[in-house]
């Protein structure tokens, strides 16, 4: 029923247009960004960089939009689009997700 959305940015600037995208159009009830340094392979090459990482929790049901609004805003050309259920949390926890979004 509830989910989390991960996705990574270079920029905080990108970060947070992201973050006040989502929230204002009442797909996510909170994002958190955190700083995080990933390794990767891209066009055969090893990369190493620091970004932001987005956690966006909200409704399994946004989950389409979400992507959706992601890709198009997106500054990365694959962005990293995970999802993963929560499986258990707190009643107050999920009453808030389902309050804050649509």
């Known amino acids: 029923m509830y989910i989390i959305i991960q996705s ?14 989502l929230i204002e159009k009442k797909l996510a009830a909170c994002i958190q960004v955190s700083k995080i340094k990933s390794f990767y392979m891209w066009e055969n090459k090893l990369c190493e960089d ?5 956690s ?3 409704k399994k049901e946004h989950y389409k939009e979400v992507e959706k609004i992601l890709k198009k805003h997106h500054p990365y ?10 499986k ?9 997700i389902k309050d804050n979004t649509k």
């Open 8 to 21: 990574t940015v270079k920029r905080k600037k990108d970060a947070k247009k992201l973050a006040k995208l």
């Open 50 to 54: 620091k970004e932001k990482l987005l």
């Open 56 to 58: 966006i929790k909200t």
């Open 77 to 86: 050309e694959t962005p990293e689009i995970i999802s993963m259920d929560i």
């Open 88 to 96: 258990k949390g707190s009643k107050e926890y999920f009453s808030f």
